[in-house]
């Protein structure tokens, strides 16, 4: 007869090692989705055009893999070897530079290429009203249920067993006459107490410690406000510039939210909406576009029949979405005319959005992280022609790059008062 120790030891060890092995198949099952989420997810997307070319069928329009390697990590060094397809491809995107990433390894440009392929071959599936597509929403999704679940049934399983190995046990001791002692209860045993003392302090300790760390960021936060306004609509089907209703983000410190007499200088003229693209709300519920302009008119007191403003304004309650902790300091303007950051970059794929949520978590990492590996576009740029010296490293070659650390983008008095 098996004793009952080495069953506990055989079950416990086989547990911990399933945990284990399933856990580093789904890190690394991630890994290139986290790279490229980290990496290139602000400018690109695998099956859309965003800042950047969408990214599928990217092996197939450039075979030679160093040569793909060597444009990933430094794309101005390709151009300058006059290579057609990128020359063309930098052409067709406005000159607009990709950021150079110098530090990821063959192995990390490997995994994000394994994803962008796996993504891309994953076959289209329509758009649901009002949401992401089924797909999206399973690429978005992990596995972090399914392996809670799994974990709960084998824990029950070796429970039972356990069980059953201590009733054999007692009816063999019986058999043969030997004296039985009373088993001890499991929630009298010293043994179960601790293994679940230290399985709910490592968890309570987590789930503590992610909600310390998310405290007062809103991530994906995403209110319903009082007239519906598709950016999908103005930004993406109309191609408005974000700077026409945002002039502000080129100016000052603050983007601003437009005032009516910005959208009245459209929507004099334009009093219905005819768009061929129906709208909905994030629950699904179809929105009439015409109606939410007529809110415009109910807002600014305009009479559509009269052409004329014929009844008293009223400001719009807009709900704010993007909050910065008041000892924070962030210039809009410094991003978007010295720093030529695209506003897709921080506020995610905004020209495909209906109702905006919030892209980023906006956390002081992420802040961080940015400016230690975005590349600072020195040419043609006067706001950088004081740093003389970097502009001669830059043209003797002793430096093939600088980022935003490297001009005090990450010392504390820059963002903090």
Request: proline fraction near 4%; glycine fraction near 8%.
């Amino acid at each position: 007869m098996i004793s009952y120790r080495s069953v506990v030891k055989r079950a416990v060890f086989s547990v911990l090692l399933l945990a284990v092995v399933s856990l580093g198949q789904n890190v690394f099952a991630q890994d290139g989705k986290a790279l490229f989420m980290e990496k290139c997810a602000s400018c690109h997307s695998v099956t859309k055009t965003l800042t950047g070319p969408a990214l599928k069928g990217i092996d197939e329009r450039v075979p030679d893999k160093k040569l793909l390697h060597a444009w990933i990590r430094n794309n101005q060094a390709v151009l300058a070897t006059g290579n057609k397809y990128f020359n063309d491809l930098y052409l067709a995107n406005n000159k607009t530079p990709m950021n150079l990433f110098p530090d990821l390894t063959d192995g990390e440009i490997d995994a994000i290429l394994a994803f962008v392929k796996t993504e891309g071959d994953k076959p289209v599936v329509a758009a649901t009203p009002g949401g992401d597509s089924p797909a999206d929403k399973a690429q978005s999704s992990d596995s972090t249920l399914l392996y809670g679940i799994l974990t709960l049934i084998l824990a029950i399983i070796v429970f039972t067993l356990l069980q059953v190995n201590a009733n054999l046990k007692k009816l063999s001791d019986d058999k043969e006459g030997v004296p039985a002692h009373e088993p001890v209860p499991f929630w009298r045993n010293k043994a179960y107490i601790a293994l679940f003392a230290v399985i709910l302090f490592i968890v309570g300790g987590y789930y503590t410690i992610q909600g310390a760390i998310g405290l007062g960021r809103n991530k994906d936060y995403q209110p319903e406000q009082p007239i519906y306004y598709s950016h999908k609509v103005h930004a993406g089907t109309n191609q408005i510039s974000c700077l026409y209703c945002h002039g502000g983000a080129q100016d000052g410190r603050h983007a601003n939210i437009p005032s009516l007499n910005i959208c009245m200088n459209c929507h004099m003229a334009i009093n219905e909406y005819t768009g061929t693209e129906k709208l909905y709300r994030e629950d699904g519920t179809e929105v009439h576009g015409t109606t939410e302009i007529q809110k415009i008119y109910s807002y600014t007191g305009w009479d559509p029949a009269q052409k004329k403003y014929a009844n008293e304004p009223k400001p719009i309650e807009w709900v704010k979405i993007h909050n910065l902790p008041d000892h924070v300091y962030f210039n809009h303007s410094q991003h978007v005319v010295a720093g030529k950051v695209a506003c897709q970059t921080c506020h995610g794929d905004i020209q495909n959005m209906g109702e905006v949520k919030q892209f980023s978590d906006l956390s002081m990492g992420w802040c961080i992280n940015c400016h230690r590996e975005t590349k600072v576009q020195f040419n043609d740029n006067k706001f950088y022609s004081i740093y003389e010296k970097f502009h001669d490293d830059l043209k003797s070659g002793k430096l093939d790059s600088v980022t935003v650390e490297r001009i005090g983008g990450t010392e504390c008095q820059k963002c903090h008062y």
